[in-house]
């Protein structure tokens, strides 16, 4: 139906448009992020905070704060916002507001296994998971000892489990091993995502599978840097790119045999609307690339909110708001540490 | 602004006159100062640091100090709640406290606060864990006897059939098995504990797959709910028991223990153990609950102290954050010495500020008084009218609207007497104007209570409006008289009425008509018209022109209002190029159709006005026939028609022209004026003064604007005087409505004769009578009565684009934070 989502869209899906809209527009604002740079201490942050939508959420916290509590704070707000709208929707927008949470859940498998392979306490290690990608049966994550225990045990139970069908070995694990786990779950994830979606049709598919689609080329290309120069093999490599994407099937074939950063860059300078973000960094460099990314993502994901009647806008509000929070650490933290100066490093600002 | 000063003051008609003050405040003497102006709440500061953010500014740490407080208080009172306590309202007000001994005082009562509800937490959380201990041992020990029990009854059994050996009926196995048993048996280890009980079945389920079935796991359902030791929260748990054997599986168990939030408890097999464990444990919790209860008096004690001061602390908190808020408004001079202040004040208040400045000077032992400065400015001052609980709420039906702009004439004095009013001529019944009027009175009598209490949303708004409410009460009982309408009954109050029948039997009333027998009665309807065939078409002629008498009566005060607005201004060009037009375009059309229909009234002609009107327009030569009503009208009518033709293009052309010569004029005036009036320096000022105003001059602007504005009044003096006819409309729906309850609903119960239809019946009009009438209806009035005041009232003088005055104030604080 594509192009008729006006007339029957708002049915079900108007009320949450609208909230999400609404919250978008409490989206810090450049001037706000301005206004926070220029902060000398927290307090001025939860100053300037409580002006915002942030305020009631932080407005019972003493001094001194931690940057901690502020992120906590910050993303506790993010976490309500969603369980409203999650309660409120009906399906397919339930099942696709959990398809949001999926990539956190993920994190988190990997964050707790980790953990406990390098033997942390699992109350600590839960505390740091992301509230969006909690499950009932989390903390049992830590009895598994190899892949095919966790799968039995654990995830069967939740919607990773047919994700785990490709990385199911009996290997033990140990930190290669997660790191791969990871990107196959991912992997999975972003396609099953993306099949959902066109599943949905209409704007929906097309803005979903234009956001998708870039998450699984710069998945891509992370992981091609990341893996250069570990015995990772090229094939192994291939298998770990999503079946989608722009850059998807030549562009992986090309990634797949690269050997450094450059050879990357001329494969995607390839690409014209890669092409502008490589050509902001000097050769050979790497670090910028994620806040390069980050800003393109932010800057897809704001037009995702031009067109009406779509599901795109709930997906692109989740991500802005989470580099928000992201933002917000990491100025709370360059003005904890005294490192004013770089500030503006990581800041992506999103209007 | 320079008009105002010498007229008589016009108490609510023209805003009070404002002056902009600059007070130059030595910082010494700034806090004090700036606190007594809040106790006296007729300034209004000015942002001088508006570029600035919040964390920027002068007093941005002292702001951030009585958040912090004010988040203590929070916490205060949110314990408090916890503990059932109320802060009490009128709490011991001693001046003696300081914000600094308060910051520490507060301190101290927060960490005192915390360490006790640490304390108490921690024996709560041993407290429960020892109720957890208890259950468990004892729900464990009754699975532990009731298996023994059958596992004893078993062993009977089996015995008993070894006894009755060469029965055909025993397993052959069995045997083999039971003997071999001994030998074989493994010791069993166990784990007991509780899980919520929401979460027991993924806990077997886990338990299953991570021992691959190799667990034996007994549940029982704890009656009631347990408070959980680790969150403090009421939930519902299952006792469970795990056989397990093997330490790997042990260990396996653990860990899903405890990610499943299962609270494990030692356990023992051995009876008597079993019981001195109970014994123990009952004994530690009795201790236990009086270290407790101990422990809550104490904390009850202080917060009672925190609830005896809490609201003095509270308000000292709000106002000195108010207080420094309002500091941080104020630029700090160069030599960092002084605070200078801007904002504006009633010119009626100079003397008290000034007292009040005065008084901050010696109480905070400062050399140097305050300076009090007045500013010249073009800038337009806020408005501000002094209004008392009954004409505020009129004053909020206009300020709804748009806030008047500065010194223009108040529609909200006339409101108070027409908004009423109009709202009783579309309610007109007197039965039910009393019955608003008693709900009303009910407000105000208890207004003392109600005022200090928080109230729901609605009753808040009629609270807010019971001066309102009272009025149009008492306007409606005096239009249900003129209608004489009771629950649409009839009355003959004032006299018996005018008409009666030809002969005594009065059978033909309803076929021959009624003949007037007395004179005609005194006040209002006539009773007999009341249930008359011809009594609809009565009295729609009769509220029908009444209503378009009201209009035009209203919309022409519309536009002599306007010419108070434009003498007060000095403003000629609107007194001659727009009131006067506008004066004669709607009195030569509706004027002249408000004196035909009186004189109709008066000779009683039989006259048709449609036709007068209609043919006034469309052929105003012909003679009008059996139409006329008095001598001369054709030419009357033909000279107002040339009046209203004359009057549009006089609304339309000169006032745009003259304003553009007038420009000219000036800027011409404006280069000779050094030359020529240097002397005069006043009027230089104000020629200076209103050329800034009018600095570019579009004259297309102008002229399409003022083309705009005729058009609407032309259209408008039709339209709006159709749009008056709302008034007759509800009025009439008004009235049918309640005569339809009472006759379909009252009557048709009356007429059953049954007691119980009767109750029903009444009931039944009861509530439509409350419900339709009392309120639908008087929300229904009351939006129509709201438009013709906003549309078709207010457009024709009222610019309503001014500013409210919001001074500083502490009075409003108290208001605001709720």
């Known amino acids: 139906m594509y192009g008729f989502e006006a007339m029957t869209f708002n049915i079900h899906g108007g009320y949450l448009e609208a909230i999400v809209r609404g919250h978008r527009a409490g989206l810090l604002t450049a001037a706000d992020y301005n206004n926070l740079c220029q902060c000398e201490t927290l307090d001025d942050i939860k100053m300037h905070l409580s002006a915002t939508e942030y305020g009631p959420y932080l407005q019972n916290e003493p001094s001194p704060l931690h940057t901690t509590t502020i992120v906590e704070k910050c993303t506790l707000k993010l976490v309500d916002e969603y369980k409203h709208m999650l309660c409120q929707a009906t399906e397919p927008l339930s099942t696709f507001l959990e398809y949001i949470t999926y990539g956190h859940m993920i994190d988190n498998v990997v964050l707790i296994v980790t953990g406990t392979l390098h033997e942390r306490d699992v109350q600590e290690l839960l505390e740091k998971c992301h509230p969006l990608g909690m499950f009932d049966s989390i903390a049992t994550l830590a009895v598994a000892q190899n892949m095919r225990e966790l799968y039995r045990l654990v995830l069967v139970d939740t919607p990773l489990a047919p994700y785990f069908s490709e990385c199911i070995t009996s290997e033990d694990l140990d930190d290669m091993n997660i790191e791969i786990m990871r990107n196959t779950l991912y992997k999975a994830y972003l396609e099953d995502f993306y099949k959902f979606c066109q599943k949905l049709g209409g704007a929906t598919a097309e803005i979903m599978s234009d956001l998708l689609a870039f998450e699984a080329d710069r998945r891509a290309v992370n992981i091609t840097i990341n893996s250069i120069g570990t015995e990772l093999t090229r094939d192994d490599r291939r298998k770990l790119y999503s079946n989608f994407g722009l850059l998807y099937p030549y562009g992986h074939e090309e990634l797949a045999v690269c050997e450094d950063i450059d050879q990357v860059r001329a494969v995607m300078e390839k690409y014209p609307p890669y092409q502008s973000i490589f050509s902001k960094l000097s050769y050979g460099e790497s670090q910028m690339l994620d806040k390069a990314f980050y800003e393109e993502e932010v800057k897809r994901l704001c037009l995702a909110f031009e067109q009406q009647f779509h599901y795109g806008v709930f997906f692109a509000y989740m991500r802005l708001r989470e580099q928000e929070i992201r933002n917000l650490m990491w100025i709370s933290e360059c003005v904890a540490q005294n490192q004013k100066s770089r500030v503006h490093d990581s800041v992506v600002f999103i209007f | ?818």
Request: aromatic share 12%; proline share 3%.
């Open chain 2, 1 to 818: 602004m320079g008009g105002g000063t010498h007229r008589p003051t016009m108490d609510l008609l023209r805003s009070e006159p404002m002056q902009l003050v600059q007070l130059i405040i030595p910082i010494e003497s700034a806090h004090r100062s700036i606190s007594y102006l809040g106790d006296l709440g007729f300034f209004q500061f000015k942002d001088l640091n508006s570029e600035k953010s919040p964390f920027q500014r002068t007093y941005a740490t002292q702001i951030k100090r009585c958040g912090e407080m004010a988040r203590k208080l929070r916490f205060f009172k949110e314990q408090m709640v916890k503990a059932g306590l109320s802060p009490s309202t009128r709490s011991a007000i001693s001046d003696d406290v300081d914000l600094d001994n308060l910051e520490v005082k507060l301190g101290e009562l927060e960490a005192e606060l915390m360490e006790m509800n640490a304390n108490h937490e921690k024996l709560q959380h041993s407290y429960n864990e020892l109720i957890e201990y208890k259950l468990v041992v004892q729900k464990a020990g009754e699975f532990f006897h009731s298996a023994q029990s059958m596992a004893a009854a078993k062993q009977r059994e089996v015995e008993a059939q070894q006894r009755g050996e060469g029965s055909i009926d025993s397993p052959l196995l069995l045997e083999q098995e039971m003997v071999t048993d001994p030998s074989k048996q493994v010791k069993l280890g166990f784990v007991s504990g509780l899980v919520p009980r929401e979460k027991s079945l993924a806990f077997e389920r886990i338990l299953f797959r991570a021992t691959r079935g190799n667990v034996f796991l007994k549940q029982s359902v704890l009656e009631g709910s347990v408070t959980d030791p680790a969150s403090g929260e009421k939930a519902e748990k299952n006792v469970f028991v795990v056989f397990y054997s093997g330490e790997r599986a042990r260990n396996k168990i653990v860990k899903i223990c405890e990610a499943f939030g299962a609270n494990r408890y030692p356990f023992t097999e051995d009876l008597s153990k079993q019981f001195q464990i109970i014994t123990e444990v009952s004994g530690r919790l009795e201790e236990l609950k009086t270290t407790i209860d101990v422990g809550l008096v104490h904390q009850t004690n202080l917060l009672q102290t925190i609830a005896y001061h809490f609201e003095q602390w509270s308000h000292l908190v709000k106002k000195e954050k108010s207080i420094y808020h309002t500091l941080s408004m104020l630029s700090i001079d160069v030599t960092k010495k002084c605070l200078v202040a801007e904002g504006w004040c009633p010119v009626f208040a100079t003397n008290k500020i000034q007292n009040v400045l005065q008084r901050a000077t010696v109480d905070s032992n400062s050399q140097i008084g305050t300076i009090f400065h007045i500013l010249q400015t073009k800038e337009s001052p806020p408005t501000y009218f002094h209004t008392n609980k009954f004409t505020s709420a009129f004053q909020e039906i206009v300020d709804a609207y748009g806030i008047a702009k500065y010194q223009e004439a108040n529609p909200g004095v006339f409101t108070i007497i027409t908004f009423p009013f109009l709202f009783a001529v579309m309610f007109g019944d007197w039965g039910h104007g009393i019955c608003l009027f008693l709900a009303t009175s009910y407000f105000i009598i208890k207004e003392k209570k109600f005022s200090s209490q928080k109230l729901g949303d609605i009753t808040e708004m009629i609270f807010g409006g019971r001066y309102v409410i009272m009025m149009m009460a008492l306007f409606s009982i005096y239009t249900g008289l003129i209608y004489n309408e009771f629950f649409s009954v009839p009355f003959e109050l004032f006299g018996p009425s005018a008409y009666g029948c030809r002969d005594p039997a009065c059978r033909d009333a309803s076929t021959a008509g009624l003949v007037k027998v007395r004179a005609t009665y005194p006040f209002g309807v006539d009773p007999k018209w009341h249930g008359t065939r011809s009594e609809l078409p009565f009295l729609n002629s009769l509220k029908m022109k009444m209503s378009i008498l009201l209009g035009v009566a209203q919309m022409n005060l519309g536009i002599i209002l306007s010419y108070f607005n434009a003498k007060f201004s000095g403003n000629e060009l609107n007194i001659r190029y727009q009131f006067l037009p506008q004066m004669i375009f709607l009195n030569s059309l509706f004027g002249y159709l408000s004196l035909l229909i009186v004189v109709k009234w008066c000779i009683g002609s039989q006259a048709d006005l449609y036709h007068v009107m209609i043919y006034m327009f469309l052929s105003p030569t012909d003679d009008l026939g059996e139409n006329q009503l008095f001598f001369g009208q054709k030419f009357l009518q033909i000279v107002l028609l040339l009046a209203a033709l004359v009057a549009v293009p006089w609304m339309l052309f000169p006032k745009p022209f003259l304003l553009k010569k007038q420009h000219e004029e000036r800027h011409r005036g404006q280069s000779y004026a050094l030359l020529e009036n240097s002397l005069d320096e006043s009027d230089e000022m104000e020629v200076r003064h209103g050329s800034s105003s009018h600095e570019e001059f579009e004259f297309s602007e102008v002229f399409v604007h003022q083309l705009i504005h005729t058009i609407e009044f032309v259209l408008g003096a039709v339209s709006n005087t159709a749009s008056y006819l709302r008034l007759w409309a509800l009025s009439l729906a008004h009235s049918e409505l309640s005569s339809v309850f009472y006759d379909k609903v009252l009557l048709l119960a009356w007429g059953f004769n049954n007691i119980f239809i009767l109750i029903i019946g009444i009931f039944v009009f009861i509530c439509a009578t409350v419900g339709v009438l009392l309120v639908m209806e008087t929300l229904s009035a009351f939006l129509h009565a709201l438009r013709l005041h906003w549309v078709e009232f207010q457009s024709k003088f009222y610019e309503g684009d001014g500013y409210k005055f919001q001074p500083f104030s502490f009075a409003s604080l108290d208001a605001e934070d709720e």
